[in-house]
């Protein structure tokens, strides 16, 4: 098929699921953060509180759309704007499988390769300060601008641990496009020792991707470095003066960049689609999976905690067999497995953001900036020359 | 298709830079700024230098103009005040203006002939790994005297916005 | 449809025309601020002529002194606006016309 149809179907069909993906991960963050503080989070709005981002949806649209009398007009309104449309971009360079062929047509499971992919990821980053720094100050509102330049100051301050956690892996795999560091994690040490970048032999990289990890919580604004738009400290911080859709699009480019920074980590640290253990058998992993959930579905359906569960537990487990049958089948394994694995690990990289904020304390803002650059940095640059001299010797 | 991004983009930094040198508040300025080295580095990477494109974007517009963005919202810099302007800078400014351009596109006409035409995809030169080898080989010396010069630049600019000891 | 590739010269065009921006943003602006920025501007345009030759000379050469260019750029917008910073604090303003201590 003709290459930019290609192209614009593979672009229709991520940013649909991109969107969908950020609509349930404020869904799956409500109901893990309330069974962490053991209470049930959304519960009413549909099965389980599944139509809750519906509800939340049509209340931020109806919501009254407010434009304080002494805001610049023009960057209160630029920076949401600058916001998401900087949050949604990386998704573009994004590889979520291998080279598939679908009814004669070949193509990669990526909207667009760039041969300096992962510079252009870190180059929308940096962008992506004006959306938060210009918040803060158009808002005409000594809250705002604190929490605007707090935020901004935190951003800029661990990009470099950030940049230097992501280079480390880039000198094992001498590649800057996605692709190609992907498939430099192909393979299997010693028969099972898959070769993923924590695990790459002249220094595996460890510490690099746990850099990377608590950089990436301070890059997102997520606890336990969350004081520039914590409720409590500074009213809203830099989103205060904005409402309905508005502040929706602060909501969203926060979930985007979450999205985005742990398919990153994937991508250089956990092998990106590479399963865990070699091929013929971890291709049954996902199908074992669901038909272990869909029996402790049936299990639970037999002994029901409430008079609903009787009936609504069996539904579940059917659904579990049925995406359970769907991965059995031989000719679409080629493409869902890869997939699958992909998004089992930037699943568990997004269940450990959300563990966190339940779990951790937040930081003061001077602890958190002395944290930045009396500690990750000089870590992130050991990392650095370690990686360089074992790379060199070996 | 490149003619036509070509021709968008340049308008685009074209408007931007009007707007630099025109717009009074200094905030409009720096976002225009940000705007002209955005295009600048869409124009990079149609010539082929893709590293240097990811580089101005990253450099230029994710930490210079950061920082410029910063000093303005911390200064709390207002719009410009109008002052009297000497009668010869209103007079004979905008023509000594146009007559510099009107000499600059006449010296490049008359080298027109020998220049090649910019096609998408036909100088691939410009990868990290290009650049690194030459920047490591043979341009050691300015490599390490401007990691120096960024040394000096660092204390410099701690020494100068430090507060006073009193 | 096969539309005629841009010629090199718009490049070098492109470069002087914000070249020529830049020199006026510097001549005529009053707040110290933007006459930085200006100067931005001008080592943006510079940028754009080095690597159009280099796409014609077909060597990357002009991509290093571009990348000397950015660096050096970057490290003079650091300290002129810690410059900047001092020279507000100490005379508490911004119009470079009002600096004049030392005017006769």
């Known amino acids: ?394 | 298709m490149d003619t036509v991004l070509f021709v968008i983009f340049a308008i685009v930094s074209l408007i931007c830079a009007f707007n630099v040198v025109l717009q009074t508040h200094p905030i409009s300025s720096a976002l225009s700024l940000v705007g002209v080295m955005g295009s600048l580095a869409v124009l990079y990477l149609l010539l082929g230098a893709e590293f240097l494109a990811m580089t101005q974007v990253i450099v230029y517009g994710g930490a210079v103009m950061v920082l410029f963005v910063f000093t303005i919202m911390l200064l709390n810099a207002g719009s410009e005040k109008s002052s009297s302007k000497s009668w010869f800078a209103q007079i004979a400014g905008l023509p000594l203006l146009l007559a510099f351009v009107a000499l600059m596109g006449f010296l490049i006409k008359g080298v027109m002939p020998a220049l090649p035409a910019v096609r998408f995809g036909s100088f691939i030169g410009g990868t990290a790994e290009q650049i690194g080898r030459l920047l490591f080989t043979e341009y050691l010396l300015p490599f390490e005297v401007i990691s120096i010069l960024i040394l000096i630049a660092i204390l410099g600019a701690v020494v100068l916005a430090r507060k006073e000891i009193d | 449809m096969h539309i005629s590739p841009v010629p090199l010269s718009w490049y070098l065009l492109l470069s002087a025309l914000l070249f020529a921006l830049g020199v006026a943003g510097f001549l005529y602006r009053k707040s110290i601020i933007t006459v930085f920025m200006s100067i931005e501007l001008m080592l943006n345009a510079v940028n754009l002529t080095f690597i159009s030759f280099s796409y014609k000379l077909r060597q990357i050469d002009g991509h290093i002194y571009a990348f000397f260019v950015m660096v050096v750029a970057a490290a003079e917008a650091a300290v002129g606006l810690a410059i900047i910073l001092t020279i507000f604090k100490n005379r508490g303003t911004l119009q470079i016309d009002e600096v004049d201590s030392m005017k006769l």
């Open chain 1, 1 to 394: 098929m003709n290459f930019y149809l290609v192209s614009l179907i593979k672009l229709f069909i991520v940013f649909a699921i991109f969107m969908q993906t950020l609509a349930y991960l404020q869904w799956i963050e409500r109901k893990v953060l309330a069974h962490i503080q053991t209470r049930t989070g959304p519960l009413r709005v549909g099965p389980h509180g599944l139509l809750q981002p519906l509800a939340d949806v049509f209340k931020l649209l109806t919501k009254e759309d407010l434009l304080p009398p002494y805001v610049n007009r023009f960057f209160y309104l630029l920076s949401p704007f600058l916001a998401v449309c900087l949050a949604l971009i990386s998704i573009a360079v994004i590889p979520f499988g291998p080279e598939i062929n679908v009814f004669g047509t070949r193509t990669y499971l990526q909207v667009t390769d760039l041969h300096v992919g992962i510079l252009f990821v870190l180059a929308i980053s940096a962008v992506s300060v004006y959306g938060v720094a210009l918040a803060g100050w158009s808002s005409n509102n000594k809250y705002s601008l604190l929490g605007g330049l707090r935020s901004s100051a935190q951003i800029i301050s661990y990009e470099l641990p950030l940049t230097l956690a992501i280079v480390s892996p880039l000198l094992l795999m001498n590649q800057l496009s996605f692709r190609a560091i992907s498939d430099g994690q192909a393979g299997y040490y010693l028969g099972f020792i898959p070769r993923w970048a924590i695990f790459q032999m002249p220094f595996p990289q460890i510490f690099g991707f746990l850099i990377f990890l608590i950089a990436a919580f301070a890059e997102t604004n997520r606890v336990p470095f969350d004081l520039p738009e914590a409720e409590n400290e500074l009213v809203a911080g830099f989103h205060t003066e904005y409402s309905s859709m508005k502040f929706a699009g602060f909501f969203m480019a926060e979930y985007a960049n979450m999205i985005t920074i742990t398919c990153v980590a994937t991508l250089l640290f956990l092998g990106g689609w590479h399963p865990l253990f070699p091929a013929p058998y971890s291709n049954w992993v996902p199908t074992a999976l669901f038909i272990f959930a869909a029996a402790i579905a049936f299990f639970h359906a037999a002994q029901p905690a409430r008079k609903i569960d009787r009936y609504s537990f069996p539904v579940v487990g059917a659904i579990a067999l049925i995406i359970a049958a769907i991965f059995a089948v031989p000719v679409l394994q080629p493409i869902i497995v890869p997939i699958f694995w992909f998004l089992a690990k930037v699943g568990l990289l997004l269940f450990v953001f959300i563990w966190v904020r339940g779990t951790l304390p937040r930081f003061r803002y001077d602890q958190l900036m002395k944290f930045a650059w009396t500690f990750l940095f000089p870590c992130a640059l050991a990392n650095l020359l370690l990686t360089a001299l074992f790379v060199a010797v070996f």
